[in-house]
């Protein structure tokens, strides 16, 4: 079964960092691109960054590119999203989500269920 699990997210104060991670199972890193995603409240879901699956290959939506580096560890199967200079706007629940090979900010087929950053002094 396809499982992937979020976790590091939290209480932060304005120009801090978080490190999230996202833990598959069922799957291996090769074989599915992982986008990090977030959703704020009343606000419209939207992409983070992708890793790509055969290259692992990054790529950063605007949303927060120059702030954000993405990377993957293929030995515990789990993808990081290093967060820095956090903002106030940043604050959202952050998803991680699985699709085969390729990256896109369009539809995935697999989520996890989310872990909450809070960037707040």
């Known amino acids: 079964q396809l499982q992937l699990v979020e976790s590091g997210g939290g209480l932060v104060q304005p120009g801090g960092s978080l490190r999230l991670s996202c833990t598959a199972s069922g799957f291996t890193l090769d074989d599915y691109a992982i986008g990090w995603f977030r959703q704020a409240p009343g606000k419209e879901r939207e992409g983070v960054s992708c890793?790509?699956?055969?290259?692992?290959?990054?790529h950063y939506a605007d949303s927060m590119k120059g702030r954000v580096t993405a990377a993957r560890d293929k030995t515990n199967n789990t993808v990081y999203l290093q967060m820095n200079s956090l903002k106030p706007e940043d604050t959202a629940v952050y998803y991680c989500?699985?699709?085969?090979?390729?990256?896109?900010?369009?539809?995935?087929?697999?989520w996890g269920q989310g872990t909450q950053v809070t960037v707040t002094s």
């Open positions: 989500a699985a699709r085969g090979y390729t990256c896109s900010w369009g539809s995935y087929d697999y």
């Open positions: 890793i790509g699956g055969y290259t692992g290959l990054t």
